[in-house]
Nanobody, 123 residues
Framework: QVQLRESGGGLVQAGGSLRLTCAAS????????MGWFRQFPGKEREIVAV???????YYADSVKGRFTISRDIAKNTVYLQMNSLKSEDTAVYYC?????????????????WGQGTQVTVSS
């Protein structure tokens, strides 16, 4: 199994950037499909971006062109670079490790989750 810990959240002005980091321990993150989700208050957790074992990527339409997911195998770490942030990006962001690329947008595909990191974008 793998343990995940997110960091890098915080307060930023609209138009600014943040980089979230997901540090994995235990089994290598490179063994999993790795996803970033976010959750708005009172809403279901939703997919943001996914990276597969071959470094193929998927992005939600709402973040396409602004966010970039990447991984550093040597550091057992996955990143989410967030640029041109908007107030509607304000949410708690979660890193997750799953098994299936086919079901990459489904929360049930992911067996391991981090504790989340708050991102707040002020307008």
């Amino acid at each position: 199994q793998v343990q995940l810990r997110e960091s890098g959240g915080g307060l930023v002005q609209a138009g600014g950037s943040l980089r979230l980091t997901c540090a994995a321990s235990g089994r290598a993150a490179s063994s999993y499909v790795m996803g970033w989700f976010r959750q708005f208050p009172g809403k279901e957790r939703e997919i943001v971006a996914v990276i597969n074992l071959g470094d193929g990527t998927y992005y939600a339409d709402s973040v396409k062109g602004r966010f970039t997911i990447s991984r550093d195998i040597a550091k057992n770490t996955v990143y989410l670079q967030m640029n041109s942030l908007k107030s509607e990006d304000t949410a708690v962001y979660y890193c997750a490790a799953g098994t299936s690329w086919w079901w990459r947008t489904e929360k049930t595909n992911y067996d391991y989750w981090g504790q989340g990191t708050q991102v707040t974008v002020s307008s």
